[in-house]
């Protein structure tokens, strides 16, 4: 697709279940970074993707969050044992990333996917 | 990354310039000032980025004092779809980390 695209777009949940959510970038992009949201808040940094790099996982607020990245393409977001606290907007974002021919470092955001942990 | 600092929020009567001030007196030669924005409900959009000269694009204009110790983003006309959280950041360019987004300044534009 021409953007990035993010789904579910709306996942409601009982508190602890696991929650997988997935982000697919713009083709070609090989950096790809997951924030999220909560209410009335700014965004919140959880994990950054470049490459064969490995991951930085700095902004992963517990274990209980993880992500991954199959193929240098697709990434799932899973939260395990969801708790009331992590209901926000999970924004995903791509960009070109380094080495590329890299005009602005913009960075390319889908619509996000609202959780809401019951 | 250079902190910023930005007003929490601005008012702006539509069709007038709307100027968004940001301060990062602590900026580094190689890092750049990104602008973004993130209308209600959306994920954030980029508008702009410069590193020392004036920079101006078709979304707005962006002003880097001589020092780079701040900025202006200014939309020249203001509409009612400029209402958003306006986010400025420093950052070193494609820097391999990610873009730390502050709490930015909310500007609403009224009729």
């Known amino acids: 697709g021409a953007g990035v695209s993010q789904s579910p777009s709306n996942k409601v949940t009982e508190k602890g279940k696991d929650v997988e959510l997935r982000c697919d970038p713009i083709s070609g992009h090989t950096a790809l970074y997951w924030y999220r949201q909560s209410l009335g808040q700014g965004l919140e940094f959880l994990i950054y993707?470049?490459?064969?790099?490995?991951?930085?996982k700095s902004g992963l607020p517990s274990d209980r969050f993880s992500a991954e990245r199959t193929g240098g393409s697709v990434s799932t977001l899973t939260i395990q044992r969801t708790q009331q606290e992590d209901s926000a907007v999970y924004l995903c974002?791509?960009?070109?990333?380094?080495?590329?021919?890299?005009?602005?470092?913009?960075?390319?955001f889908g619509e996000g996917s609202r959780l809401t942990v019951l | 990354d250079a902190k910023t600092t930005q007003p929490p929020s601005m008012d702006c009567a539509e069709g007038r310039a709307a100027n968004l001030p940001c301060n990062h007196s602590t900026i580094s030669g190689n890092e750049y000032v990104y602008w973004y924005r993130q209308i209600h409900s959306q994920g954030p959009q980029y508008i702009i980025h410069?590193?020392?000269n004036n920079e101006t694009n078709e979304m707005a204009s962006l002003i880097i004092t001589e020092d780079r110790k701040s900025s202006t983003l200014i939309l020249p006309h203001a509409t009612l779809r400029d209402t958003a959280v306006y986010y400025c950041i420093v950052r070193v360019r494609d820097s391999g980390y990610a873009l730390n987004f502050g709490k930015g300044t909310s500007l609403l534009v009224t009729p």
């Open positions: 974002a791509s960009s070109l990333g380094r080495g590329a021919q890299v005009l602005s470092g913009e960075l390319f």
């Open positions: 993707f470049q490459g064969n790099s490995a991951p930085d």
């Open positions: 410069g590193l020392k």
